[in-house]
T-cell receptor, first 114, second 115 residues
Framework: DQQVKQNSPSLSVQEGRISILNCDYTNSMFDYFLWYKKYPAEGPTFLISISSIKDKNEDGRFTVFLNKSAKHLSLHIVPSQPGDSAVYFCAAIMHFQGAQKLVFGQGTRLTINP | DGGITQSPKYLFRKEGQNVTLSCEQNLNHDAMYWYRQDPGQGLRLIYYSQIVNDFQKGDIAEGYSVSREKKESFPLTVTSAQKNPTAFYLC??????????????FGSGTQLSVL
């Protein structure tokens, strides 16, 4: 039961253009969404997050958009830089019955071409 | 520098052998986690601990065991009962606050392979 899905395993974008990474979820109980970035042979690092009560959060070149009716979120990177080449994981948090659960998507490998 | 240290970076297991992956953090975080990453899959939760001397099973706990005797340490043992142990293992920690966007801080991982 994949509650958080990243349907594109890979994405290739030219340097300087916009990168858009997508994530879909099935459970309306998620109340926070996060994006993590991962380089090979390293642990993921937190990038940006958004609360379910918002529809946009921006931090420098990174913007996350949340569409609750479509159960969809996206990460926009503009302009894309070579150092952005990494695997990006979408994650969602839900709180219920005294438990807090974090669920990750499968990841999207972003390649920025010069 | 504060952070999470995982060791070893690479580990090989023989058939029928138990191996232990180390995870130490000096961030003073209450919560610690073990995740497994397989190619083409997301991070799957093995075990987590929100407080010393207490831990809970995650989604794929079978074949694994943990202990949390100290706040700083959360070792993971991959037992012989885990039939497909080859994967990249990630340890993480967080300041556990109920109802917040819990940001995890990850170690650099251990790649476990079967000989």
């Amino acid at each position: 039961d994949q509650q958080v899905k990243q349907n594109s395993p890979s994405l290739s974008v030219q340097e300087g253009r916009i990168s858009i990474l997508n994530c879909d979820y099935t459970n309306s109980m998620f109340d926070y969404f996060l994006w993590y970035k991962k380089y090979p042979a390293e642990g993921p690092t937190f990038l940006i997050s958004i609360s379910s009560i918002k529809d946009k959060n921006e931090d420098g070149r990174f913007t996350v958009f949340l569409n609750k009716s479509a159960k969809h979120l996206s990460l926009h990177i503009v302009p894309s830089q070579p150092g952005d080449s990494a695997v990006y994981f979408c994650a969602a948090i839900m709180h219920f019955q005294g438990a807090q659960k974090l669920v990750f998507g499968q990841g999207t490998r972003l390649t920025i071409n010069p | 520098d504060g952070g999470i240290t995982q060791s070893p970076k690479y580990l090989f297991r023989k058939e029928g052998q138990n191996v232990t992956l180390s995870c130490e953090q000096n961030l003073n975080h209450d919560a610690m986690y073990w995740y497994r990453q397989d190619p083409g899959q997301g991070l799957r939760l093995i075990y987590y601990s929100q407080i010393v001397n207490d831990f809970q099973k995650g989604d794929i706990a079978e074949g694994y065991s943990v202990s949390r005797e100290k706040k700083e340490s959360f070792p993971l043992t991959v037992t012989s009962a885990q039939k497909n142990p080859t994967a990249f293992y990630l340890c993480a920690s967080s300041i556990f606050e109920w109802g917040t966007e819990e940001k995890l801080f990850f170690g650099s991982g251990t790649q476990l392979s079967v000989l």
